[in-house]
């Protein structure tokens, strides 16, 4: 759809186009008390000459960006968030092999520090996107929360630690990850969440498709649901390289 070299602005330019975002259907892994997601017929081509439906589906439901009010009663709102908030450079660090040994395993500083023995300190405004490997078990919802017999969710996330320090010390716009949650499957806390959200940093779940992601230089543009009051939004994510 784009050629090589084309450009969105002065300042972007792009060779190729994903989506990030998973499809979204009535079966897709929904998190305990969440919403069911459904799709209501409300016109066909056969009897009224066009096809509408009518869908439903939780703010935090699919691939998916949380909002600072959904943890802070004085948070803003997914309606509020600037549009010159949602285009953002991103950096992508994988920890797929740590994960597939260890299903709790939570990003560390160190993990940080080897991704920039590599390719350079992450800039700052850059969101960090964690690959876990976590995406290609969506179509599994037992295996995608991966629960214990207690009931107990085993999945990859952010570190309290690492959070922090690409916080104070990197400057970062935001994190995603292809799991349902920054936090780790074992954090009922929901740390990690609060630790963004109070700062109004972007927070995304569910992300896919990142094995296409190059480490760095790439630009996402997030597209949301302009939900008045909303604590959250399903997002149409895009990532330009």
Request: with cysteine; aromatic share 10%; hydrophobic share 40%.
């Amino acid at each position: 759809m784009t050629s090589k070299n084309s450009h969105l602005s002065s300042n972007i330019s792009y060779s190729r186009v994903i989506h990030l975002s998973h499809l979204i259907d009535t079966d897709i892994p929904k998190w305990p008390g969440d919403p069911t997601v459904e799709f209501t017929s409300v016109a066909e081509i056969q009897d009224d000459g066009y096809y509408l439906r009518g869908f439903s589906l939780g703010e935090h439901s699919a691939t998916h960006i949380n909002a600072p009010n959904s943890f802070y009663a004085n948070g803003v709102s997914i309606d509020q968030y600037p549009a010159s908030s949602l285009i953002v450079p991103a950096i992508v660090i994988n920890i797929c092999k740590q994960a597939a040994v260890d299903f709790d395993y939570v990003l560390t500083v160190s993990d940080i520090q080897t991704w920039e023995t590599q390719f350079g300190q992450i800039p700052a405004g850059n969101l960090v996107i964690l690959y876990t490997g976590w995406q290609e078990k969506w179509s599994n919802q037992k295996a995608f929360f991966n629960q214990d017999i207690q009931g107990k969710m085993h999945f990859p996330g952010f570190s309290q630690e690492a959070t922090e320090f690409l916080i104070i010390h990197r400057q970062i716009a935001g994190v995603g990850i292809d799991t349902h949650g920054v936090d780790s499957g074992q954090d009922a806390n929901f740390t990690i969440n609060r630790l963004l959200l109070e700062r109004s940093l972007i927070v995304i779940e569910n992300l896919t498709n990142l094995d296409n992601l190059p480490p760095q230089g790439t630009t996402l543009i997030i597209g949301i649901l302009r939900l008045k009051g909303g604590s959250g939004s399903p997002a149409a994510i895009m990532a330009l390289f």
